[in-house]
């Protein structure tokens, strides 16, 4: 009698929180309902434009027909990336790579740290807004015209050549010599970079307490001392997440510059990953192959951000996650 | 800052006084291209090859200006551009608010879902070759809409917006909900209208991406008259082709060489930017503010 009072109990709550759910259900429709109508084309635009492509990386592992489609192309397995691997112009495509992307970070980081520091030690404020603003000018030229004025600044009747001639120099063809260019190309991303990055270090030293450098010159520590203890502490962990965002990106340059500078000429040391998927895969319509050679870019990256992020956890308390 | 805590010393004083040398040296480096690439579009071609324009225009002329307007392809890519630029920028904004909003709302079920479904996307994609066949596959190779849709939102700047809209007090909402007001209503007539700043930053971010893109242009656009100018002039200014066989202009005493007329493209093409950039550049850093606070 009693088990079956306790059946017919737990039956009723069963029904009732099958109630409660549904009733819930209605409740946060009837709230959300709108909220939901809004966000249907964004939700439809990420599943079209960003997630049905990483959908096409099975291309890599097809032998794609344009007229079959992706489901329909025969499988090949890691064909083509065998081939990828097995090709001795693929190390010097990887090896261009990893070296401009080094020498970029190399460079590239530290500009703009240094700049926000010299910025944060000037004493006028108005001539620090004109100092900024003067030096963000850059990032918002297009890569067209900053390549353009590359172009013609180093040519043999360039600007370049003209100071070289100057002091006795024979005019040379910076753009046409393989061991200038990754120069060429770190020191004009510089110039048109390191204005805007430095807001994000500005920012973040905007964010130390005044009360910090109050204490440390009561405590008689001098300008270089409180640069040292108190500001580069204050900004290290955004300097440590620009790195670790940055370091997933080991495989990737930024070749839209590079196709903009580079001649058959400079291959050698200019052709990296992505300019080598645009031609071998929309110029060569080779879209398998160009296919696979970006998933080993997307592994790699993966790879190395984790790791980074895994190593910089147990150094210091700044992570990505 | 440390500007009340000066340090006196004669070291300090000397770092300064480097220190502002070394700044004007940055400003000097930033603004003279700009500056050697207008007045060398305003000289004639014979006096910019004897060396003479330097600080300031050599026998000023507005004839490199006049080929480069003659050239039929430069003012309709101008038109493309603008009209690119217009559309493109709208639907940004549009589809970036749709977006930020639902995801500012504490209570909006499957808001960390949807969260993350945005913010792989910042990490992963599927690379070149499948969104070119993707856009190939749609049909909408050679269209504008091919430059338009596959950036139409950006995860950076919605997670912009979003950030400002969490920053309205609640307060507003719930008088709003309490009135009435469903969730068109409280974005069309109080977030939005509160959030104009934002909006207009977002705006020159998306519109100053849509002018100066030209790789997009490359891939997707077959037809010349629908190149936008950025895709024009890098035929003219990095690939020297010239669509005028004479540069010479036998009516005119002044010499337009490649020179001039690739600086004068070049000035044609950025002059809206260095028009505007002075008045807008502060909306610019509060934008980058709002997201580096968040980031």
Known sequence: ?321 | MNVNVYDRSIGSRLFDILNIVFMVFVVFVTIYPFYYIAIISLSDGNAVLRGEARFLPAAFTLDSYKLVMENPSIPRSLLNSVLYTTIGTLVNLSFTALCAYPLSRPHFSGRKFFTWMVTITMFFSGGLIPLYLLVMNLGLLNTMWALVLPAAISPWNMFIMRTYFQSIPEEMYEAAIIDGANDLQILGKIVLPLAKPIMATLLLFYAVGHWNSWFDALIFLDEKSKYPIQLIMRGIVILGQFEQTNLLDAASDFVVIEKTLKYATIMVSTLPILAVYPFVQKYFVKGVMIGAIKG
């Open chain 1, 1 to 321: 009698m009693k088990s079956i009072a306790l059946e017919a109990q737990k039956k009723s709550v069963a029904k009732t929180k099958k109630k409660a759910l549904v009733k819930r259900f209605i409740r946060v429709y009837n709230r959300d309902k709108y909220l939901y109508m809004l966000f249907l084309i964004p939700f439809v635009y990420f599943v079209v434009f960003k997630y049905a492509p990483m959908y096409g990386v099975l291309l890599a592992f097809k032998d794609y027909r344009i007229v079959k489609g992706v489901l329909g192309s025969p499988w090949v397995g890691l064909k083509y990336f065998r081939e990828f691997l097995s090709n001795p112009y693929s190390y010097k495509l990887i090896r261009n790579t990893v070296v401009l992307r080094v020498y970029q970070l190399l460079f590239g980081l530290p500009a703009p740290v240094v700049l926000a520091l010299l910025l944060n030690e000037l004493r006028s404020e108005k001539f620090k807004r004109f100092v900024q603003t003067a030096s963000y000018l850059p990032h918002f030229i297009s890569l067209v015209v900053v390549c353009g004025m590359i172009v013609t600044f180093v040519a043999t009747d360039g600007v370049v050549n003209e100071i070289v001639r100057f002091f006795g120099g024979k005019p040379f063809p910076w753009l046409m010599a393989p061991e200038w260019f990754r120069t060429i190309e770190i020191v004009s991303r510089i110039w048109q970079g390191t204005g805007w990055t430095s807001i994000i270090y500005l920012a973040a030293l905007s964010a130390i307490g005044p009360q910090l450098y109050e204490a440390a010159v009561i405590d008689g520590a001098n300008r270089w001392q409180r640069l040292i203890h108190i500001t580069v502490p204050g900004i290290a962990p955004t300097i440590i997440i620009m790195l670790l965002l940055r370091m997933g990106t080991l495989l990737t340059v930024d070749y839209q510059k590079i196709l903009l500078l580079y001649t058959g000429a400079t291959y050698e040391t200019a052709d990296v990953l992505g300019t080598y998927i645009y031609r071998r895969g929309l110029l060569g319509a080779d879209f398998s192959y160009a296919t696979a050679i970006g998933v080993f870019q997307s592994v790699v990256g993966l790879v190395f951000i984790v790791g980074s992020n895994w190593i910089a956890k147990r150094v210091s308390e700044t992570s990505l996650w």
